[in-house]
């Protein structure tokens, strides 16, 4: 069975299609097909202006309808799409939605801050992990971070900051919402065993790749403080020719490093494990869950 999900974040939208199989015991595995990622960068609208531009506008329904013949190609019959921050803040967002259903036939949903975390959390990936630490998922976008904590196999609090890497580089984070989001983090994750990160998102991953370090191996904090000082002190020309970053990736990992940073630091983390899962991922996983509901009760 073929699945997809579209993830349209303030910084970019990506379409995740993968095929799903069984095994013997009838678990699901999930296998990447194609991931196709397009940088729509709404969120510089959006946190500026309050609206997305026409040219945006313009742009994510051409990505769309896009993204339409490629389902059409891979013949996938289930699709979930979602869209996040920067079209949850836009004034025209609902507007969007309505022509982009209109011109392709594709759905999508602006959902809430908590419901993305809820949707990352569908990944799974702490069960797999040691049972002696807590884990706290850190998805950080370009409008907002989302985070899932979960200890003693249980799902403890899922929250969403209006701290974003866009949002960062447009000054549009006042120092009240940084310290709301560290006293919640202080308290919540208070009397629980040590915790351990998990990190998802597109920075997170560049910065796994960059580190050379094994898969399955979590990088440590000192380690992204240590990028977090050698990308902050060179130009953005040099992070895209020297790291070979997208131009698009160059501007926002800085600001990404200072969340991850200071989640880590506030909850008490050591390291991070970068399994490079994201939104898309969690959304064809749910989406899966839904379809196997529907055909247990037909």
């Known amino acids: 069975m073929r699945l997809a999900a579209i993830d349209i974040g303030s910084n970019a939208a990506r379409l995740l299609i993968s095929e799903v199989t069984t095994d013997i015991n009838g678990i699901p595995k999930f296998n990447k097909i194609d991931l196709i990622r397009v940088p729509l960068r709404l969120g510089f609208d959006v946190f500026e202006k309050g609206e997305i531009s026409e040219h945006r506008i313009d742009m994510i329904t051409q990505t769309m309808k896009a993204y339409k013949h490629l389902l059409n190609v891979y013949e996938v019959k289930h699709l979930k799409a979602c869209a996040t921050s920067a079209m949850r803040d836009a004034k025209n967002g609902k507007e969007i939605i309505k022509k982009i259903k209109h011109e392709t036939g594709i759905d999508i949903e602006i959902i809430s801050g908590s419901d993305e975390a809820a949707f990352i959390y569908e990944n799974h990936v702490a069960e ?6 807590s884990y706290l998922y850190i998805d950080v976008g370009g409008g907002s971070t989302e985070l899932t904590f979960f200890s003693n196999n249980k799902l403890i609090f899922k929250d969403s900051h209006n701290i974003g890497t866009i949002r960062l580089l447009k000054n549009k984070v006042k120092d009240e919402v940084w310290d709301e989001m560290k006293d919640s983090i202080k308290q919540k994750t ?3 065993k040590e915790v351990t990160a998990i990190g998802s998102g597109g920075n997170i991953n560049k910065i796994f790749s960059l580190s050379k370090i094994k898969e399955n191996k979590p990088l440590s904090l000192e380690l992204l403080r240590d990028y977090y000082k050698e990308l902050s002190n060179v130009s953005l020309t040099d992070r895209i020719n020297v790291y070979k970053l997208k131009e698009d990736r160059a501007d926002v990992i800085v600001p990404a490093l200072q969340i991850y940073i200071n989640t880590m630091r506030w909850a008490g983390c050591n390291e991070i494990y970068v399994p490079r899962i994201g ?4 959304l064809v996983q749910h ?3 839904e ?8």
Do not use: F, R
């Not at 797999?128 to 630490?133: A, G, I, Q």
């Not at 379809?291 to 037909?298: D, E, G, P, S």
């Open 128 to 133: 797999n992990l040691d049972k002696e630490h």
């Open 287 to 289: 989406l899966y869950e």
């Open 291 to 298: 379809i196997k509901m529907q055909n247990i009760m037909v």
């Open 279 to 282: 939104l898309a991922d969690g």
């Open 190 to 192: 208070k009397g629980h």
